[in-house]
């Protein structure tokens, strides 16, 4: 983005017009990088005095200031001084009070009792010089960025320059060739926004931040770096409404007007906000039946559209729960998210900040509510979670036998369970005919002999397991109980199996 002073727009006919650069004022773009690469190894005051010379020449200096600024941002500054300029202002002050300086004679006499107090034998004149070689007009230019030229610089400051206008917008309303990605990347950036079905689509409207009561810099500032996104589609149209110092207007762009070069990613922002961030990885950190799915379908919520900010897909089964937080918001967009609630088919969990005040209306639409101050609690979500699934488990019980048949001759409860689909907890109340249960393991009665047979008191801990994980079990400690023995443990030697007492 550019300063707002260097905003150039056009009012004519009340509308909101960007001034771009075109094709034609690549040459002044490329004098101002010529400005900047010529002045390597040299301070920034003497930069900014070539680029002020340089705009009392051209037609528009706000032009030149724009692509100025751009290049600088990315320029490379360092402070380069003999000694640390805070370091060598304090040792010339103190000495100054020691000698009282009065006269140049004095000063300089100050300079070299200051220089004598430093290592490596600097002179009065570094002294001096170094005094204030971190003020800014003094700081040095290392390096020019290397991705600049002429018309990659035209390109970034007419995406800049629509940036800066969008500041000040209180709406934009966005029709793209690819709505989902856009959709993704505001949702990245954590922008206010809705999707409303359109003849031709689907139309992104985006709160603008000039229509909030906080957060102002910082969302704008996000607002305005979507639009990288929208630009990089092959086609699309914005239309937003402006409030130019109190008065409205429109302001149009195409994708006849930007392109994109080559520069930053959209964001480095992963999720809609912190909290949701924060949630996922905690989510994620738990072993559950249920897995996280980001942005995972957009549903018909009357004239409106929504996509939730998370799905929890069960992990047997086709079900599916839809998660929306619901976070920092105006009062509008809280009206308009009920309005969605109330339409939409399906059933959601809603994580809603307390302080919104709109628990009881949520569930009032016969959605499930977990409230939330700061954070999202992961075990609030665990627990709806949990009296979803009892009723899944229970489904998917009554969909199995009473009665279970495996011809393994021994098989894990999990693996079971995998097998047929479902959690282990839906099998958990089946009987086994042709197995006994030991622990989370079933054994067919004969290969209990077998292994009775194999086993004997004395044996060590690690030989008699191996001959019980033989017949592929993997849970020794059941199969020793349930044959009468016990593991003796002989300090840090290992341990010995011993009939029961």
Not at 168 to 197: I, Q, W
Not at 268 to 275: E, I, L, R
Not at 405 to 417: F, R
């Amino acid at each position: 983005m550019l300063t707002k002073d260097l905003l150039r727009v056009s009012r004519a006919g009340g509308g909101y017009h960007p001034q771009f650069a075109d094709a034609t004022d690549e040459a002044l773009a490329g004098r101002v990088l010529g400005t900047f690469q010529g002045h390597v190894g040299e301070e920034r005051g003497a930069l900014r005095d070539a680029l002020s010379a340089l705009e009392t020449d051209a037609d528009d200096f706000k032009l030149v200031r724009g692509f100025a600024h751009l290049v600088e941002r990315d320029a490379e500054f360092a402070v380069e001084s003999a000694v640390d300029p805070r370091s060598a202002r304090r040792a010339a002050f103190d000495a100054g009070e020691d000698v009282g300086v009065v006269t140049g004679a004095e000063r300089d006499e100050a300079l070299a009792l200051a220089a004598d107090r430093f290592p490596g034998d600097p002179t009065p004149d570094d002294i001096a010089a170094s005094l204030y070689a971190d003020r800014e007009t003094r700081e040095m230019l290392e390096r020019v960025a290397p991705r600049w030229n002429p018309a990659s610089l035209v390109a970034q400051y007419n995406l800049s320059l629509a940036q800066t206008a969008l500041f000040d917008a209180t709406e934009m309303r966005v029709r793209s060739s690819d709505p989902r990605s856009l959709v993704s990347a505001v949702k990245r950036l954590g922008l206010l926004y809705e999707v409303v079905p359109v003849a031709d689509g689907r139309e992104v409207v985006l709160t603008g931040p000039d229509a909030l009561f906080r957060n102002t810099r910082r969302y704008g500032t996000r607002f305005a770096r979507v639009l990288r996104a929208v630009a990089d589609q092959p086609e699309w149209r914005v239309e937003a409404t402006v409030d130019d110092r109190g008065t409205e207007r429109l302001l149009t762009l195409d994708d006849g007007d930007l392109s994109v070069p080559d520069a930053d990613p959209v964001t480095d922002v992963s999720f809609d906000s912190g909290v949701e961030r924060e949630f996922a990885a905690r989510f994620g950190s738990l072993s559950l039946d249920w897995s996280l799915v980001r942005e995972p379908d957009v549903l018909d919520a009357g004239d409106r559209l929504m996509v939730p900010d998370f799905a929890f897909e069960y992990d047997y089964g086709d079900a599916r729960v839809y998660f929306e937080i619901m976070g920092f918001w105006t009062p509008e967009y809280v009206e308009k998210k009920l309005e969605q609630l109330d339409a939409t088919d399906e059933t959601l969990l809603v994580a809603v900040d307390a302080s919104l005040g709109v628990g009881e209306e949520i569930e009032a639409r016969d959605h499930r509510v977990v409230e939330y101050s700061g954070s999202v609690r992961v075990k609030d979500v665990v627990n709806a979670l949990s009296d979803l699934e009892a009723d899944l488990v229970a489904a998917n019980a009554d969909a199995l036998p009473d009665e279970l048949a495996p011809d393994d001759d021994a098989i894990s409860i999990a693996a079971l369970a995998e097998r047929h689909g479902v959690s282990a907890d839906a099998i958990e109340s089946k009987s086994f005919p042709d197995h006994e249960r030991l622990g989370r393991t079933l054994v067919r009665p004969a290969v209990l002999d077998d292994i009775a047979a194999d086993l004997e008191a004395g044996l060590s801990k690690d030989d008699a397991e191996a001959v019980v994980s033989e017949y592929g079990i993997d849970d020794p400690s059941a199969v020793f109980s349930r044959l009468g023995y016990r593991v003796e443990w002989e300090g840090l030697s290992g341990g010995t199996l011993r009939e029961k007492d």
